[in-house]
T-cell receptor
Framework: AQKVTQAQTEISVVEKEDVTLDCVYE???????LFWYKQPPSGELVFLIR??????QNEISGRYSWNFQKSTSSFNFTITASQVVDSAVYFCALSEAKTGANNLFFGTGTRLTVIP | DVKVTQSSRYLVKRTGEKVFLECVQDMDHENMFWYRQDPGLGLRLIYFSYDVKMKEKGDIPEGYSVSREKKERFSLILESASTNQTSMYLC???FGRGSLRGEQYFGPGTRLTVT
C-alpha cells in the first residue's frame, strides 16, 4: 500500500537559516509521481513541484531545492536562506500510475515557522 | 491562472442538517476531488470524479456523497451532518488521466463546523 511519511511535525528556524523538510514514501508501483505543496496561513494549498519516478535529477528553483533518491525512497525539500514568508505547512504527496485519476496520497505535513 | 472556487469559507450547521459544499473550476479540468483536512491527519480523499456524472470513492467516503452534473462543478453533500464531520474541506481539480499526471489545484477551503 502507498504511504507518505513526514516525520517532522513542526520545525522552527531563524530567518536566513537553511532548513530541510523530509519526506519518505512507500509504493509498489514502478511508475509514480511525487509532489510538494505549501499551505500558508491563508489555507489554500499551493503546488510547488512534481517529479516522476524516472527522473532522479535534483531540482533547484530559486531558494528551493529538491533531492529525490529512489534508493532511500525519499524526496526531501530544502529552503535556503529562509524568510518569514516561508512560514507555512508543507505537504509531500504521492500519486501512483495505476490509479484512474491522479489521486494524491498526502503526508501529515510539516509546519515550518521562520522566526525573524 | 487556474481558479478553483468554493462556495463558502466558513459554514456552521446543526447536527442532522443536509449540507452542500460547492466547488467550481474554470480550467476545463477532467478531474475533481474533495478532501478533508484534520490536524495531525493531513489531507484525506473523500471522493473524486474523472468525468461528468462519474464518481469514485476515496479513502473516507462514509457519510458523504457527491454530484458532478457539469464538468466545471463538483458538489459534496453531507446527507445528515454530524459533529465528527467538523473539518476543513478542500476541493481540487487537475488535468488528464493515465500518464498525464497533472498537478492538482486547490480551492481556498471551507471550514465547516457542525454543532
Amino acid at each position: 500500500a502507498q504511504k507518505v511519511t513526514q516525520a517532522q511535525t513542526e520545525i522552527s528556524v531563524v530567518e536566513k537559516e537553511d532548513v530541510t523538510l523530509d519526506c519518505v514514501y512507500e509504493t509498489r508501483d514502478t511508475t509514480y509521481y511525487l509532489f510538494w505543496y505549501k499551505q500558508p496561513p491563508s489555507g489554500e494549498l499551493v503546488f510547488l513541484i512534481r517529479r516522476n519516478s524516472f527522473d532522479e535529477q535534483n531540482e533547484i528553483s530559486g531558494r528551493y531545492s529538491w533531492n529525490f533518491q529512489k534508493s532511500t525512497s525519499s524526496f526531501n525539500f530544502t529552503i535556503t536562506a529562509s524568510q518569514v514568508v516561508d512560514s507555512a505547512v508543507y505537504f509531500c504527496a504521492l500519486s501512483e500510475a495505476k490509479t484512474g485519476a491522479n489521486n494524491l496520497f498526502f503526508g501529515t505535513g510539516t509546519r515550518l515557522t521562520v522566526i525573524p | 491562472d487556474v481558479k478553483v472556487t468554493q462556495s463558502s469559507r466558513y459554514l456552521v450547521k446543526r447536527t442532522g442538517e443536509k449540507v452542500f459544499l460547492e466547488c467550481v473550476q474554470d480550467m476545463d479540468h477532467e478531474n475533481m476531488f474533495w478532501y478533508r483536512q484534520d490536524p495531525g491527519l493531513g489531507l484525506r480523499l473523500i471522493y473524486f470524479s474523472y468525468d461528468v456524472k462519474m464518481k469514485e470513492k476515496g479513502d473516507i467516503p462514509e457519510g458523504y456523497s457527491v454530484s458532478r452534473e457539469k464538468k466545471e462543478r463538483f458538489s459534496l453533500i453531507l446527507e445528515s451532518a454530524s459533529t465528527n464531520q467538523t473539518s476543513m474541506y478542500l476541493c481540487a481539480s487537475s488535468f488528464g488521466r493515465g500518464s498525464l499526471r497533472g498537478e492538482q489545484y486547490f480551492g481556498p477551503g471551507t471550514r465547516l463546523t457542525v454543532t
